[in-house]
Structures are given as C-alpha cells and as structure tokens.
C-alpha cells in the first residue's frame, strides 16, 4: 500500500517570494512521483515527475523537485512566485504493478494562495 | 493535438436516477483512468483500463458503479441508482503506456450533483 501525505492544506505566500510545499509519500517499493496542478474548474495539469536517475526535478512554470529517499519526501519548490502560480497542487504517488499500470494515490491537495 | 475529453460537463439527476458518464481518451493512448473528487475525500482512483479490460475493479466505490470501454478508445462510467454522495467530480486521465511511470493527462471532469 501507498500513501501521500502533504503538510499545510493552505499556504500563502507573497508575491516574488519563495514557494515551499511538502509531499511525503510511504511506499513499499521504490516509487514513481508527481506534482500536478489544478486551477478552477479544470482538470489536473502535470508539473513534473521522478521516475529514476537525477533526484532533482525540474518543471514547467519554473518549479522542480528533490526527491529525497532518506526522507521519503518530495518537495516542491518554486524560487520566486507568480500571482498565476495561484492554484491547488497535488503530490502523487504511483508504483509499477505486475500486469500493468497502477491508479494515481494522491495527497489531499495544497491550495497556494499569492498575495500581492 | 486534442486532449482527454469527457462530457458532460455538468450533469445535475435525481437521487434514485442512472447516469453516464463519457470519456475520449487521447488518441493512441493504451491506458485509461477514472478517478474521483470531492471535498470529503480527495481525490480518489476508480478504476482503470488496459486495451479494453479492467484488471481490477475492486476501487469502485458500490456495486452500483460500472465502466466499460470499447475499441480502446471510448469509456463510459455508469452510477446506477444515484445516492447523494455520489456528488462529485469525476475525472478522466489516460497515458499512453502502463507503466507505473507514464504520465496521466486529465480531462476536465464531469460535475455530477445529486438533488
């Protein structure tokens, strides 16, 4: 079984500032992990993703990633925000399963809120 | 090229009704995804698709839920007999392999309110 657990339902930041959300996900096996974003009324966009290799992942919108095994975490990180960045994002985890894909966990989801 | 469609948009029933819900995955991807969301629980994986077949069933919420999927390509979800917590968003994803580490692209989601 998996898990994702993401600290703070809602963070706010200044506008320019440096956006910090965290993901931390259980696994029992080595896991594959996303951000996706939401905006309203829209589906979910995706950010970035780690598969293998390079533990630092770098995104669309300038944001990126680190995984960190040791910490079982996934972090994301944007250095300066932008009042488009305004927006639910959603830490995902996903493992390869014998025969096939496996659903999406997610966590419950942060809502960024960019003040002027 | 066109992304993940489904329609409709807004689907309002009464409780105790049956509705469909359409998914047009993109073209050529092999893998199809329902999910759900809603403000008591998250989002929610349902239930996903390989070709035509459904390996596994078992994060259908109730027996009053089904899907199919035809041709590879078109899935239809089903609620019979709608219950008020079956108000939701139900979301649409498809990859193009399935592998734990393809990407899902999402559709925009079907509003279902159950009066």
Known sequence: AQSVTQLGSHVSVSEGALVLLRCNYSSSVPPYLFWYVQYPNQGLQLLLKYTTGATLVKGINGFEAEFKKSETSFHLTKPSAHMSDAAEYFCAVSTQRRGGADGLTFGKGTHLIIQP | ???????????????????????DPISGHTALYWYRQSLGQGLEFLIYFQGNSAPDKSGLPSDRFSAERTGGSVSTLTIQRTQQEDSAVYLCASSLGTRGFDTQYFGPGTRLTVL
């Open chain 2, 1 to 23: 090229g066109a992304g993940v469609s489904q329609s409709p948009s807004n689907k309002v029933t009464e409780k105790g009704k049956d509705v469909e819900l359409r998914c």
